[in-house]
């Protein structure tokens, strides 16, 4: 039988839209995995995968914590790219197969007025990745896995520049993704993300500003499709950040400072086997304390022994 993997990313380690800024008095969350997932996402089994995810992003506008556009924010464009690999085991813990990743990431900001830079960001690996066999309950099939992250702050960052490719802080960033087909063409998958931020001790906000911390957050993926012909799936996704925590200056909570931004598009997939083809737009709306704008994410997996339409239900 053909080896499957699971078909998943961790988060993008970059502050790209949400920079951090000289003289800015709200520590940013880092950019971190918001549609860079989508269908058919909690689908795997032993095996290796390789992938590669382009994301382009356009931040239009600054939306401060009431809601209001604030005026100067210079427009970003962001082109951003992860390399990642996942092996999986054989080897089971609790009832799972046990495997390990680890994800390189790399962009190009123009934040106008703010800057340019280019590098790469920090790396992200996981010692824990836990993907439990489908179960299934008729002509309906429940997948599901579980991933604890982490984000070594090792990316290109200075403190005397406005915008950097890492947060330069470590993250803690567990997951828990589902993939349910309430029937074989229809599918619904989502990931659910809870966002530790450690500490930056040498942060770019100002010299009287010697540690920031950004807010701890939940963010999911969401997504609804159905199955054409000649391995198409076709649908809606969307994604949703909520901080949860106020961040903090020298030790102290920043207070009405929440981040939050939701999204919604289109996306499709295409099984071709061995490979799997990914286009996926997003419409960000609702942001608070953070930039708002477009993004379209393209991907590439590579699934070695794979056959197309394997990983659907039975």
């Not at 071709?272 to 994410?297: C, F």
């Amino acid at each position: 039988m053909s080896r499957l993997v699971p078909q998943f990313c961790v988060s993008l380690a970059l502050v790209a839209a949400s920079g951090t800024s000289r003289g800015q008095q709200h520590p940013p969350e880092p950019s971190v995995n918001l549609g860079d997932t989508s269908f058919l996402d909690a689908l795997g089994a032993p095996g290796v995968l390789l992938e590669q995810i382009g994301d382009a992003t356009q931040s239009g506008t600054k939306v401060n914590g009431m809601g209001q556009v604030s005026a100067g924010a210079p427009t970003v464009n962001s082109i951003s790219g992860l390399t990642h690999g996942v092996d999986l085991t054989k080897h089971k813990l609790l009832g799972a197969w046990w495997g390990t990743e680890a994800i390189v990431a790399a962009a190009h900001v123009n934040a106008g007025s703010g800057g340019v830079v280019g590098g790469f960001g920090d790396l992200t690996v996981s010692p824990l990745v836990l993907q439990w066999k489908a179960l299934k309950f008729g002509s309906s099939q429940w997948n599901q896995r579980f991933v604890l992250d982490f984000e070594l702050p090792v990316g290109e960052y200075r403190q005397d520049t406005p915008v950097n490719l890492s947060g330069h802080a470590f993250t803690v960033h567990p997951y828990y993704a589902f993939t349910f087909f309430p029937t074989r063409r229809v599918e619904t998958s989502w990931r659910v993300h809870y966002l530790y931020n450690g500490v930056n001790n040498e942060p770019a906000l100002g010299s009287s500003v010697h540690s920031s911390q950004a807010g701890q957050a939940v963010h999911l993926n969401a997504t609804v499709a159905y199955s054409l012909p000649h391995g198409v799936w076709i649908g809606a996704n969307g994604y949703l950040l909520k901080q949860i925590t106020s961040p903090q200056i020298n030790g102290s909570a920043v207070s009405a400072s929440p981040e939050q931004v939701g999204s919604i598009g289109p996306g499709v997939v295409w099984d071709r086997g061995q490979y799997l083809l990914y286009a996926n737009g997003y419409h960000e709306l609702g942001a608070l304390n953070r930039p708002e704008g477009n993004k379209l994410v393209l991907r590439v997996q590579w699934v070695p022994g794979r056959h197309a339409g394997i990983d659907g239900p039975h």
